[in-house]
């Protein structure tokens, strides 16, 4: 069975700030990781994804996530963040081999940027 | 094209009612999954229907089922609600071309907050 947890569960951080949330996945196979993000009521929207290749992945809105397979990580960064980045955000497997979408989401991590 | 869109927005119910909840996916995606949002449990993943077959199945009782149509329209139903079924609903749509899917991007609608009393 998969896990995914996510270490913070909340991250102050200032306008123009670096900010790196962390996610650390369990699985006995390969997968498939996700970055979702999702603002205040809304649904989620796909920041980024790493199938395969590159180890480190560009997303929109200027983040990037870098896949560590030895230690089984998927941390997300951003080397500037806005007000508008405030929101909740999201780390989710799936499983190359089973057939259809299945996503497996960490706990979320609250990104509170402040002025 | 128009997003993924969900009906009701909000929903409120008593324990012991069920309720049924729709989803259109975008147009073309033929496979719709629901999840479960709650503070407690977080994102739960419910079931895929994918060309009207219920393709993945999550762990939930089995008051909770869905159905897809042959627009690919889906709805979930949940029989007998109690307190613990109070959750944001949310729908995501992909295309489905893939036969093993799981590299689709899951594009997910605003969500049905069902509240039970």
């Known amino acids: 069975a998969q896990s995914v947890t996510q270490l913070d569960s909340q991250v102050p951080v200032f306008e123009e700030a670096p900010v790196e949330l962390r996610c650390n996945y369990s699985?006995?196979?390969?997968?498939?990781l996700f970055w979702y993000v999702q603002y205040p009521n809304q649904g989620l929207q796909l920041l980024l994804k790493?199938?395969?290749?590159?180890?480190l992945v560009k997303g929109i809105n200027g983040f990037e996530a870098e896949f560590n397979k030895s230690q089984t990580s998927f941390h997300l960064r951003k080397p500037s963040v806005h007000i508008s980045d405030t929101a909740e955000y999201f780390c989710?497997?799936?499983?190359?081999?089973?057939?259809?979408?299945?996503?497996?989401f960490g706990g979320g991590t609250r990104v509170l940027v402040k002025p | 094209k128009a997003g993924v869109t969900q009906t009701p927005r909000y929903l409120i119910k008593t324990r012991g009612q069920q309720v049924t909840l729709s989803c259109s996916p975008i147009?073309?995606?033929?496979?719709v999954s629901w999840y479960q949002q709650t503070p407690g449990q977080g994102l739960q993943f419910l079931f895929e229907y994918f060309s009207e077959t219920q393709r993945n199945k999550g762990n939930f009782p089995g008051r909770f089922s869905g159905r897809q149509f042959s627009n690919s329209r889906s709805e979930m139903n949940v029989s007998t609600l109690e307190l613990g079924d109070s959750a944001l609903y949310l729908c995501?749509?992909?295309?489905?071309?893939?036969?093993?899917?799981?590299?689709?991007?899951?594009?997910f609608g605003p969500g049905t907050r069902l509240t039970v009393l």
């Open positions: 995501a749509s992909s295309s489905g071309k893939l036969a093993g899917g799981s590299t689709d991007t899951q594009y």
């Open positions: 699985s006995s196979v390969s997968v498939y």
């Open positions: 147009s073309g995606h033929r496979s």
């Open positions: 989710a497997v799936s499983e190359p081999q089973a057939a259809g979408n299945k996503l497996t």
């Open positions: 790493y199938l395969s290749g590159s180890t």
